[in-house]
């Protein structure tokens, strides 16, 4: 009659269960040896007892069993992780030695470690310094060219301005030079003149002076002129106007002359939109002149040009003390 099934469960006798410990733990180290010897396994067994005492065996090593444990259980995610570290570590050397291949090669090119070098080698930088040579000068050529042509194009440039500028400077002198000798010719032609003596009221009141010539000398056409019109169309005078004299201006305390010639001719201006032929009526002529010269005074009366321009109103209440 064999022997029946034993149940397992915790002996509760400490006794017994320390007596049955001892000889199961001897038979669990001696099967993992001889698993190791016939099988030619590497094997490694830890048991602590229950009081926390430790038995082991290792048929290679208890420490170098469990390392070997540990890369065998390595998750794939770590194994990414160091392919991907070690792929990183691979390109960073390439890139060091990239990086000292380029600064040798950058020494040579400076004439700098040339002892390594051999023969062929150093005829290899020489021709690589040749040609590099060839091409700096080439370019250095090409941007003078470029320089030249820019500063040949600005010459031109600056000559046809020069001759332009030359052309009206020559117009301009040559018109100066007329009108200077006509009013020279009405001056020396002039002897008669009226003044006009305004009364003086305030700081506006006028204190006239004989300021402005008006007229031309009177053209006398010469014996045997057929064409007496013609002639005087050729020299610059205006048939019929045979009055002269000298128009009153107008004492103020002057303050800024800015703008002062363009309230004077806005004024002779006025006059003129409504009559277009003053010089045929010298009362006209005299009335415009007044009004040009009552608008410059008041203009100088106060600082800045548009601020200071005079409205007609301003200019009609001061003129009748002109015309006084």
């Known amino acids: 009659m064999g022997r029946g099934r034993v149940e397992l469960k915790r002996i509760e006798n400490k006794i017994n269960r320390q007596v049955t410990f001892s000889k199961r733990r001897n038979g669990l180290l001696k099967k993992a040896y001889e698993l190791s010897v ?4 590497e094997v490694a067994l830890i048991v602590f007892s229950s009081r926390g005492k430790l038995y082991e065996f290792g048929s290679a090593g208890v420490t170098k069993t469990l390392e070997r444990y540990q890369r065998c259980c390595i998750t794939p995610h770590e194994n990414s992780v160091e392919c991907e570290t070690q792929s990183w570590y691979q390109e960073v050397t390439k890139l060091k030695a990239k990086y000292e291949s380029l600064q040798r090669t950058q020494r040579h090119l400076l004439g700098e ?12 930088l020489e021709k690589q310094l040749e040609g590099a040579l060839a091409q700096a000068r080439q370019r250095k050529i090409q941007i003078m060219t470029e320089q030249m042509e820019e500063l040949r194009r600005k010459e031109r440039q600056l000559g046809e301005l020069n001759k332009q500028l030359k052309i009206k400077l020559e117009a301009e002198g040559q018109s100066l030079k007329a009108i200077q000798g006509l009013w020279n010719s009405s001056a ?13 009221s305030n700081a506006m009141d006028c204190e006239p002076e004989p300021i402005l010539q008006i007229g031309y000398p009177h053209y006398v056409p010469a014996e045997g002129s057929s064409d007496p019109q013609n002639m005087a169309g050729e020299s610059n005078f205006i048939q019929g106007w045979e009055f002269k004299g ?4 107008v004492k103020v ?17 006025n006059s003129l939109a409504s009559d277009l032929n ?3 009526d010298e009362k006209g002529l005299k009335e415009a002149l007044l009004f040009a010269n009552s608008c410059g005074a008041i203009t100088v009366t106060e600082r800045g040009a548009i601020p200071a321009l005079p409205t007609k109103e301003a200019v009609l209440q001061i003129l009748p003390k002109v015309a006084a």
């Not at 000298?246 to 201006?249: F, K, P, T």
């Not at 800015?258 to 002779?268: P, R, T």
Request: net charge negative.
């Open 253 to 269: 305390d002057a303050v800024d002359a800015i703008g002062a010639g363009d309230a004077f001719v806005g004024g002779l201006l």
């Open 38 to 41: 016939l099988c030619d396994a």
């Open 278 to 280: 003053p010089y045929k």
């Open 113 to 124: 470690d040339l002892g390594p070098l051999n023969l062929r080698e150093l005829q290899s």
């Open 246 to 249: 000298r128009v009153a201006g």
């Open 188 to 200: 020396a032609a002039g002897n008669s003149s009226y003044t006009v003596h305004p009364s003086q």
